[in-house]
Antibody, heavy 125, light 113 residues
C-alpha cells in the first residue's frame, strides 16, 4: 500500500513562496501521477495540480502562474511550490497518488486513491 | 471547467435509515472510448484526509461496506447509504477526474437525526 507524508513549513509570510514535499513509501514513484489538493479551513476540496516522474505537469488554471511541481526519483519525493502567497492560500495541503491508464492510446488519470494526512499551511505575517 | 453540484448541502438521517446524496456535473463525464464514468465519491471525517469510497461512479473500493453504493451516468449521479451507521457521519464529496481542471462538488454533510 502506498503511503504519503507531507512536510514543510506550517507558516509562510504573504508574498513569499510556499514549499511542500511529499515522501512516498510502499510504491514506485514511477507508477502514478502525483497530485496536490488543498482545502481551506471549513471549506471544500480544490485540485492544485499533478506531476509525473518524467516531468509532465498539469496545473489548475486558477493557480497556474504561481505553481511549480516536480518529482525527485532518487528520494521518492515530489514537491509543490506556490509563489506570491496570500491569506487565500491558507489551507490544509494534501498530496495524493493518481493511477493512470491508457485508453486507446490516450493517457487517462484515475481517481486519487492514496492520500497523505495533510499539512496545514497558514499564510500570515 | 466541469462544475460539480451536490445536493443537499446537509442532511440528517436516523440510524438505520437511507441517506441519498446527489451530484450533477455541468457536462458529461462518460468517456465514450471505454464507456466509463470518471466520477468518484469520497468520505471525509473531521481532521482526516478524504477516503475513496467509490470510483467509476459505482465501483466500491475494497473494504468499503456494501451499504455504500453509487449509481448514475453521464451528468447525474447518486451516492446511497442504505442503512446509516453512527460511523458514517462525515462530509461526502463527488469528484470528476474526466478532465482537468479536476473538480469536486461542494460537499454534503451527513448527520444523525
Amino acid at each position: 500500500q502506498v503511503r504519503l507524508q507531507e512536510s514543510g513549513p506550517g507558516l509562510v509570510k504573504p508574498s513569499e513562496t510556499l514549499s511542500l514535499t511529499c515522501t512516498v513509501s510502499g510504491g514506485s514513484i514511477r507508477s502514478f501521477y502525483w497530485t496536490w489538493m488543498r482545502q481551506p479551513p471549513g471549506k471544500g476540496l480544490e485540485w492544485v495540480g499533478y506531476t509525473y516522474y518524467s516531468g509532465g505537469t498539469d496545473y489548475n488554471p486558477s493557480l497556474r502562474s504561481r505553481v511549480t511541481m516536480s518529482v525527485d526519483t532518487s528520494k521518492n519525493q515530489f514537491s509543490l511550490k506556490l509563489s506570491s502567497v496570500t491569506a487565500a492560500d491558507t489551507a490544509v495541503y494534501y498530496c495524493a497518488s493518481m493511477p493512470v491508464e491508457k485508453v486507446r492510446g490516450v493517457i487517462m488519470v484515475r481517481e486519487a486513491n492514496y492520500w497523505g494526512q495533510g499539512t496545514l499551511v497558514t499564510v500570515s505575517s | 471547467d466541469i462544475v460539480m453540484t451536490q445536493s443537499p448541502d446537509s442532511l440528517a438521517v436516523s440510524l438505520g435509515e437511507r441517506a441519498t446524496i446527489n451530484c450533477k456535473s455541468s457536462q458529461s463525464v462518460l468517456y465514450s472510448s471505454n464507456n466509463k464514468n470518471y466520477l468518484a465519491w469520497y468520505q471525509q471525517k473531521p481532521g482526516q484526509p478524504p477516503k475513496l469510497l467509490i470510483s467509476w461512479a459505482s465501483t466500491r473500493e475494497s473494504g468499503v461496506p456494501d451499504r455504500f453504493s453509487g449509481s448514475g451516468s453521464g451528468t447525474d449521479f447518486t451516492l446511497t447509504i442504505s442503512s446509516l451507521q453512527a460511523e458514517d457521519v462525515a462530509v461526502y464529496y463527488c469528484h470528476q477526474y474526466y478532465t482537468t481542471p479536476l473538480t469536486f462538488g461542494g460537499g454534503t454533510k451527513v448527520e444523525i437525526k
